[in-house]
Structure formats: C-alpha cells, structure tokens
C-alpha cells in the first residue's frame, strides 16, 4: 500500500524526518519496504524562492542585460544578471537558486550554477512562468503581488511540493491502516504515548453537512441485507463535470491513480483518506429514480466500465435500477452506461458496507482485482460510511458548483456495535515480558482510540473501534498495546537458558547444502517455486500426470484459484520455471530445486497420518550442452546421458553406492532409469514425455532427475568413512565382446560382475555398442566391456586373470543367455 507523506502531515502535525516516520510506522506493525521521492514538475520547483529585487541597473554595452541584487529571506544578497525587459526594482520574483533544474526557452531542462556574464556575477536566475513550467508565456519575468512574503518555495505557491510515497507492507489484520486516516491515528498513538505529545487529528468537518435545497430523491430498496449490511446515499444537483483541480491531482497522481474528472477523482481521493470505497451514478441513467440492491439470473449480461460484456453469476451483488437493469457490480466494478460523463449534471452518491466474502468472490470470478474491491476485502468500518459520504458530498459540491439534493439515505437494520473484550493486566504483563502498570496500558488504549469499560483491579473491558474488526480476543488487545509501545522497548534478558541436542550427521540441511553446492559448481541455478499445483494436470481425460483425486491434497486459494492443489510431483514446478525462461529467449537451463511434495493417504489407518509429505530435490536439463564457443563440442545438447552422468556424480558425491537400477517407462517419462535400494526409491530420472512437453508449449527436449532426500538421508547415514591405502600392485585391464538379447542392460551386466569377481573387481565399463541384424541376428546386440582387476596383497598372474574371466563368461552365458565374441 502507497502512502503520501505530505498528506499524513496535512492529517497529523508530523515534525519528523521521512527514514523516522518509516522507523516508527516498522515498530507500529506498518512494515515499510520503500521510500520514494515523487515531483509533480520536472522543475525544481522546491529550490526556488520568492524574492525582492534591490537594485536594478542596466549594464552597458548590452541592450537587454540588467545587473540586480535580489533577496530571498535567507540573509544573502544575490547579485543575478537577467535579461527580462520588464525586470525592475522592488519587484517581487520567483528566484531559481544554483542547482535548481529548470526550463530553458526553448522547453529543454537545465541547471542553474554560478557565473559571469559580461564580468558581473550571477548567482541564480529571475524566472518567467515558461521556465517554471507552469505557463508559456515567456516576454517577461513572473512578478508576484507585492505583499508575497520572502522565501517562499514555487512548490508551496503552486501547490506542487515534492512527495514522500512510504511503500507499507501491510498485513492481513490491519484492515485499519488501509487507508491516510488509519495510518495518521497509529502515528498519533505512538506520538502521544511515546513523546507524551497531544497529537490531534485534524480529519475533516462535516459538521455543517447542507439540508437540501431542492428535491431529487431516489429510492432505495436492499434486497440482500447479507452481502449489504449497510447503504447510504445522498443526491447532488447542478453540478458541472469538469477536470479535477491541481491539488488533487496531484495527490492522485503521487499514489498511482489517473485523474479522471472531479466528481469520480473526489471518490477516490476519499477511499484513499478514509478507507471507505463510494461510487457516483449518473441520476439519468437511473430508470424508475431507484436503486435495487440484489442478484441477478445466472448469466444476465453486463457491460462494465471498460465496455466489456461480462455474464454474471447468480451470486453476484449488483446495483440495480428501477427497471432492474444492472448499473454496478457491487464494491467492484461500475457499469458503462450509469457512471459519470462530461454531460453529467446530477449524481446519486453512493456509499456502502458490503459484505467481504461476496465482494472477495465476485471479484475472483471476474478478475476484477480493483481498488474498490479490495478495501472491501480487508475490511471496511460499517460505521464509517455516512461520515465519509458527507466529506465526499460536501468535496464534489465544493469542486463542481452543486448542491445536495435529497435527505441521505441510510439502510442499516443492524447496527454493528464495538467489540468488547475483557482483558487482565496480569496477562497483557504476562504476554509481553514487562510490566506496564495499568496507568501506561490505559494510556496506550486511549492513545489507540480503544474505550476503557468496566474498569477492576485485575483488568478492565476493552471496548474495540469497529475499523479494527481483527481484534476480538484478549491476545489482540496484548498485540495492540505491545505496537504502541514498542517490541524495542521490551528489555532483552540477562541470562539465556538451553539445552544441548545432539543430532546425527550429517543433519538433512547439510545433505542439502552439500548437493546445491555440487550442483550450483556444475553450473545450475536453484529455483523456488510454490508448492501449489493446478489440479487440472493430474485429473481428468487431459491428465499431463494422472493422479486419483482422492490423493490429492486440495486448498481453497482466493488468490489464484489455478493453484488448487498440493503438489504432487515437482515436475509441474520445473517446467513452468523452463517455460518462463523460453518465452524470454532463454532456453538452454541447468535447473534445481529442493522442495516438498503432498499426497492423502485416503485408506490410512486410524491414528496414522492422513497425509504424506516428502522432502525431495528436482534436477533438470534441456538446451544446449555448453554454451556457444569457437571451440568445437562433441555434444551440442543435453541428452539422458548427460543427466545420468550427473546424477551417479551426485550419488558418489554422498558416499551412496550399492543401489539397485531399474528401467521405467511410465508416466511422465518416456524412458527412465530409477536407483533403489529395495523398496527405497533413490532417484528417478528421465526423458519427459513430448506429449506432455507439447501441451505445455515447451520446444526442447527436458530431462528430469527426482530425488527422495528423505530416503537418501537414510542411506547417507549409514555409510562408513573407511581408509583404504593406495594399492601398490599393478591393476590388469580384460576386455569382452558380449552378444546380448536387447532387453539386457549395462546394469545387469555389472550387477553379474560384481557379485562374481567381489573384490578383485576395481572398475567395469561399456566402452561400444554395436547393432547389426545381419551380423548379430534379430534382437541382439553387442556390448564391448572393460574389466579393471587389482589386488591389494599381491600381483595378479595371468592364471588368476583368466580364471576370473572365465568365471564371468560362464555367469554371464547363463544368467544373460550372452555369446561371446571373439
């Protein structure tokens, strides 16, 4: 949320800096995240002053240049040469000081320093309303009435000052501070309780609120008193639409909002004060002189302000008029037809209290994501609507020349009255860490504009503003007081206990720390996406990944309801983050995440866990194997292979070997190879299924690397640190052309070898494949493999060398149906 510091200062006598005011808005509960300095004019318009000219003298030899002495108010006297014909002596003048940025004639901005013309020094510049920016005619210097005082900024003239928009945080429960007024009355809190300052708020009078002089009355009937608890309204006549005055453009403009003309920009401008959303009808486009506040059939069209036809639900609150025609979505979006126009004479005035939930609803289905909408949603004070239709009335009579035209309408059959809630002292003292005493508590709570009832010796009854509809609990009071006077002012104490814990290790942080650093040295880049999924990818005859519904782990998202779901798989994750880099030209990606996935277990037991959440770790590849280079790769792109080198890399990096291999081909690979140690999954990891990659629009092959990082903690456990010194005894190297069945893998292969040689056997490896039906017959193909065989006691003989060999032929000629080649 964006604040306007010069218009807190208008609400709240403020004499502090703007880092300060951010300080103390932080230790208030308004987290601040920015500070901006915004200026309605290129020109600096603060920099330049209002002053006397002394002394006027033409300088000789020049037919325009005059030597004057000019005083600002700042105890200087400037001596300025200026080319104005009608400059003079006790002129009052705008004085542009050394560093101010202005206009030149020619409409280019430049800036003021210090020089010498024609030897005489001039030490700023006499301006004309062309080089402030704030006129075009440029025959002569700006002369101000002689009463002007001395000092005084352009800005301050033309009401223009420099702004400080305070970019606040602002959470969930402070439907208070959604607005000017909000966030004045917690820094007056703080200055009256933290300063003992008297702090008043200077909010608008509406005291004198006109009875109508004419009679343009329209009728009001709230069909839904639910989703509208509470409407008011009032009639204005005789006004004249036309473009809003500087001043309140330019607070408008300081916060992000386009001026449109003043009656709408006045509604604006009081949502942004007072928290309260109000809307203006045009009275001729209201049928029958009455408004309907109720649903509509399911599919009733309505245009909307941005001329688009939408369909409506039949939950949809709408304002309606006489004839029942939709002119609003009510606390939404406004109509085409029904809002004001340059030809707008008379304005039905709305200001209402609708119900949260259904504004928060209609504006999902719609997405309609609108200022208005979202006050709502935060929450908006019931009682704070009549007080906010007479400041905006009384603004729009003011701006546009009207005058109030009806008796205010208000429909409100159950008044929300204040919470109360009893609170002890011993537990506000409890609960903070300090005592207070009830003196300081009870001065928070006025400070806070929080009543005090049913005072004791033990407590009192907190009697809660209804613009704080968060705090309805004894721990929410607590929560205000500690704002007001400041978590930093709670002492930290002297003496710290704990106990020990001993953990085993490595711990599962270090496990992950261990394999992003691997991975970020091999040149991959960690992604953090949400653990949400769409629902749509797993159920359904469409099922990218098919997963039964009723495992699914689902949850109600207003905020973005294509997120409906736990994820199941992090697959989804790492294609919309290689989905996003494609669309921005960057499609070669070494990518990894570490994460959660979500299950229900729908048949679990009692008293066991209804859900499974598992820690794990995605890796993914698409693109090029390297980047562009004058020297030649023997790959140009990523493969399976490529990930498979990683992956056993990153195992071996963790110490775990001994693990099973299992090809897969199922869903959402089109080949893949899962390691396991029995029924511990390790890691799967595979080509994704192009059917899957063509939904979702992705051009390159991906492949995709799924670790179970609960498992593998396991397994990294149980590992041993052993020392084993370097063998002293040559190694020997066999090799042996296999000709195998197609369905055989390497993995057989060195399963079988490793069982039979045990620990002669230092190394295997496949070094060629070869495939040929003529030669080889159907079905089959060849496989030249490397044995690498060591000793540590003693140098291997030829006679031990083939008696292993023969061992492995035999083994493999009868587990493996294998012919040997020679």
Known sequence: MKVSLNWIRVLLDLHKTPPEIADVLTALGLEVEGLETVKPSLVDLDKVRSGLVLSCERIPETDHLSATSVDVGDGVIRSIVCGAPNVAAGQKVFVALPGANVFSKD?????????????????GMICAVDELGVGSDHSGILVLPPDTALGISAADWYEQAPDTIIEIGLTPNRADATNHAGVARDLAAYLRVQEGAVAPLHLPDVSAFPAPKTQVPITVEVLDPVACPRYTGVSITGIQVAESPEWLKNRLLALGQRPINNVVDVTNFVRMELGQPLHAFDIAAIGGHKIQVNTLPEGTIFKALDDTERKLFAEDLMICDGNAQPMCIGGVFGGADSGVKDGT??????????????????????????????????????????????RAALLICELTGGEIASEIVDFYPQPVAPARVPVRYQRINQLIGVDLGTDKIKQILTALEIGIEAETADGLTAVIPTNKPDVTREADVVEEVLRVFGLDNVPVPAQFRTSMEVSQRPTPDALRNIAADF????????????????SANHLGEQALFPVEQDQLVFVHNTANQGLDCMRPTMLFSALDTILRNQNRQNADLRLFELGKTYLRKPNSEEGKARFSEVARMSICMSGAYQGESWQPSSKSKVDFYSLKALVQNLLARFGVGGYQETVLQEAPYQYALKYHRGPQELVTFGAVLPSILKKMDIKNPVFFADFNIDNLFKAVGSNKIQFTELNKYPTVRRDLALVLDQAVSFGDIKQLAGKTAKKMLKDINLFDVFEDESKLGAGKKSYAVSFTFEDPEKTLQDKDIDHLMQQLQQVFETKLNAGIRK
């Open 519 to 534: 991975l970020a040295a091999n040149g991959f880049n960690e992604c953090m996406s949400l653990s949400l999924s769409n």
């Open 107 to 123: 409409g280019e901005l430049f800036t003021i320093g210090e020089r010498k013309v024609k030897g005489i020094p001039s030490q």
């Open 345 to 390: 004479t008379q304005v039905f005035l709305e200001s209402a209290w609708f119900n949260a939930k259904s504004i928060r609803r209609s504006m999902l289905r719609h997405n309609l994501r609108t200022d208005a909408a979202w006050s709502f949603e935060k929450g908006v004070d019931p009682n704070g609507c009549l007080y906010a239709l007479k």
